[in-house]
């Protein structure tokens, strides 16, 4: 995390004009200008949206680019996206005026996905891109786009394979946009994500190998909702491994939940959701934590 | 960096155990952090979940101990230098 440029930026947006435009100022706004103009290159998108931090901002500029008529913000919901995310998406889009459009998809049906292979993402990918894409071309959209930012091209992310099959493109990276850039103009934005916690899907919960069904992802979400109940703030998953739940928090957090009585309400909890034993991640919170558990490496 | 009669290194004894660690050679390495651990006054068994060690003691006092951030950082070198990529305590056992 970038925090001086993060600091820099807000700065700039607050003490500038408190609608907040980019400026030239900084690396970050420069970058908005280009995306900005990149968009209004395409004429009309859809946004594979699914109410997190990047997808967010960039409908939220390809509106402002492109406008409400030749914009649509696409959700794709199952099982494995969180009811609490999905209700994010809900709200900016409502918020924001932002035309919006939920479609199901299937992938818990595709046993290449349930099987969940350390390739998981690529078919959960495939599945959404496959009903969306040619609903775009249907209603006559020139492109579609996901945020995909700069920062994930360095990690295993098997979907963007699926990304790029079916011709979806990722401006976020394309143009350089790393994470702490799309917060920092987030919130120059005022968009209500800026600090949300990133949010993947609930089968990056199990680690690979273990088959993706709807009883372990309602577990994996009812346990998390459980945490954020009793005041679990910040980075949180909770990694099923069974009938144990092995709990990743920020890793500053970690001391207060260890002690007691937080400990008795965080295990209280955990069991309460379905899991018998409950164990505390000693390192806290990793993105890809799964991941390395298998021997992945970034790609 | 190391909490007092602790010393540890962050430098791997192997290669980390990866998903396909055949069941043997994780209880071996169990045992060995398990000894380890021992060794530095952390009494505890130790479950296996591929290559995560989830430390089960006998009373509260473990969880206790490893509120204090310096252990922690330190259990999780031990763990790191018998193969371990995480390294957790069971705090509900039911």
Redesign the interface.
């Known amino acids: 995390m970038h925090v001086g440029d993060h600091t820099r930026v807000e700065m700039l947006a607050t003490d500038t004009d408190a609608s907040v435009r980019p400026t030239a100022t900084s690396e970050g706004a420069a970058k908005e200008v280009s995306l900005v103009r990149w968009l209004a290159e395409r004429e009309s998108v859809v946004v594979g949206y699914s109410g997190g931090v990047d997808s967010t901002y960039l409908a939220c500029v390809a509106l402002e680019a492109l406008g409400p008529a030749r914009v649509l913000a696409v959700t794709g919901r199952s099982a494995s996206y969180p009811d609490e995310q999905w209700a994010m998406a809900r709200d900016t889009a409502e918020r924001w005026a932002l035309p919006w459009l939920e479609i199901e998809t299937a992938e818990l049906e595709d046993p290449r996905y349930a099987a969940n292979p350390t390739n998981r993402c690529y078919f959960c990918k495939h599945e959404l891109w496959s009903r969306l894409v040619p609903m775009a071309r249907a209603r006559g959209y020139a492109a579609v786009l996901d945020g995909t930012n700069a920062d994930d091209l360095a990690d295993h992310r098997p979907g963007a394979r699926a990304a790029t099959e079916q011709g979806v493109l990722s401006p976020l990276a394309l143009l350089g946009f790393g994470k702490h850039e799309i917060r920092a103009r987030s919130r120059a934005r005022g968009l209500p994500t800026w600090a949300q916690p990133s949010a993947p899907c609930l089968a990056s919960r199990l680690?690979?190998?273990t088959p993706v069904t709807v009883a372990r992802l309602r577990r994996v979400e009812a346990a998390e909702r459980a945490l954020r109940s009793i005041g679990v703030a910040g980075d949180l998953r909770v990694r099923d491994?069974?009938d144990?739940a092995?709990?990743e928090l920020a890793p500053d957090t970690?001391?207060h939940w260890?002690?007691?009585p937080a400990?008795g309400r965080?295990?209280?909890a955990?069991?309460t959701a379905g899991?018998?034993?409950?164990?505390?991640?000693?390192?806290g919170f990793r993105s890809g934590?799964l991941n390395?558990?298998?021997?992945i490496r970034g790609e | 960096m190391s909490s007092p009669g602790f010393v540890v290194s962050d430098a791997p004894v192997a290669d980390?155990?990866?998903?396909?660690l055949g069941a043997g050679a994780s209880e071996t390495r169990a045992v060995s952090l398990a000894g380890a651990l021992a060794q530095v006054g952390i009494p505890c068994r130790i479950?296996v979940?591929?290559?995560?060690a989830?430390l089960l003691a006998a009373d509260?006092a473990l969880?206790?101990r490893?509120?204090?951030?310096a252990l922690?950082r330190d259990?999780?070198a031990l763990?790191r230098r018998h193969g371990f990529?995480?390294?957790?305590?069971?705090?509900?056992?039911?």
């Open positions: 680690p690979y190998g491994h069974g144990l092995r709990v970690l001391s260890l002690a007691q400990r965080l295990a209280r955990l069991q899991y018998p034993r409950v164990a505390l991640d000693l390192a934590s390395v558990l298998a021997g | 980390p155990v990866t998903a396909g479950d979940h591929g290559a995560a989830f509260d969880a206790v490893l509120a204090d951030h922690r259990v999780l763990g990529t995480h390294v957790a305590v069971i705090v509900g056992d039911r």
